[in-house]
């Protein structure tokens, strides 16, 4: 209902729906991360909203400590009254209570997923804005790109030295070291776990009932 499917399968755009649902995001100029928690291990708090503020603790020290002057988003978005049922909701152009802010525009969100074992977390960094074209495929909402440039905005935007993919890594992991005192260990994922992802990829998640199922 949100994108012109036609569109970005003509340009190569590839579609996912991912689990944790939310809004539409255009992938591939941001930092995704994704935190998986089981339940009862006191890393963050089992309330969904107060989980929210802590993750947006960790990624605004994380930022600031690149010297990036970014800010939370503290009041819940009020959505227009008279609003159609049927608005899209393009994540970039919707900042939501505990989001992450430049310059008063999104750079950050989060969403989650909740079962009897754990929560997980996935999340994304706007480090530069989407390409023109894309954006103008990635809606169908009418100038959607002017639109997403008035609320949205990216980390790389008018800064003369940019930042790269892992300085923002490594920040993100020191603000969550800083937070919850937790200490990172990196690694890298065995055979039994790739050939998992690979087997899932290609029998779930890149399929077409998934992806386009109401």
């Not at 009254?81 to 950050?108: F, H, M, Q, S, V």
Request: charged share 25%.
């Amino acid at each position: 209902d949100e994108v012109d499917v036609a569109a970005c399968v003509s340009c190569g755009i590839e579609l996912v729906r991912r689990m944790t649902g939310g809004g539409t995001v255009v992938h591939g100029w941001d930092v995704t991360y994704a935190i998986v928690i089981p339940h009862g291990c006191g890393a963050l708090p089992r309330d969904i909203s107060a989980a929210y503020c802590v993750i947006s603790d960790c990624l605004i020290k994380g930022l600031r400590w690149l010297g990036i002057d970014v800010q939370c988003q503290i009041e819940k978005q009020e959505r227009e009254r008279e609003a159609p049922a049927d608005a899209t909701n393009i994540c970039l152009t919707n900042p939501a209570r505990y989001d992450i802010l430049l310059n008063g525009k999104k750079i950050a969100g989060v969403s989650q997923r909740r079962n009897q074992k754990g929560a997980m977390y996935q999340g994304y960094i706007a480090l530069d804005m989407p390409p023109l074209d894309v954006l103008v495929h990635a809606s169908k909402l009418p100038n959607f790109d002017r639109v997403a440039e008035g609320k949205s905005t990216a980390i790389n935007i008018g800064r003369t030295i940019p930042i790269d993919r892992r300085q923002i890594e490594v920040a993100v992991a020191s603000g969550f070291e800083m937070t919850l005192g937790t200490q990172w260990v990196e690694g890298e994922l065995s055979s039994q776990e790739i050939e998992s992802a690979e087997r899932l990829a290609r029998t779930k998640y890149a399929t077409t009932e998934w992806n386009f199922r109401r």
